[in-house]
């Protein structure tokens, strides 16, 4: 035997969806990737919307538009980058990368590398001492 009312098995709420404030707030987000609910509810309110702030919050949340904090510029760029064209024989495209180590008693020096991308063969080794 249940020991709760039985209204509250049958509890359906009546409560408004808001949809037209929650597709107005997708809409902002999806412009404006970057802004939070705060920067929306301000942008709400400039639009003569009266919603208050922790409403804004939670159908922001309820509709999964959460914008990490502090994430670095480099991880919120927008423009995918291009890829890379491989080579189709020897000698069309070169790589080349500084490497620097030191010797046991230490003493540095530095390498200059140049690799040929398509067969993987080092082309050059360059090493010299950087200046004291």
Known sequence: MLRDPRAAHRYASVKNDQAVLRSRIKEIAGVHVTWGYQRIWIMLRR??????????YRLYREEGLCVGRHKPRRHRSSVARPQLTKSTHANESWSMDFMS???FDGRRF???TIVDDFTRESLAIE???PPS
């Open 47 to 56: 639009e003569g919307w009266c919603v208050n702030r922790k409403r804004v």
């Open 101 to 103: 180590d030191q010797l």
């Open 110 to 112: 530095r390498l200059l």
């Open 127 to 129: 090493v010299g001492r």
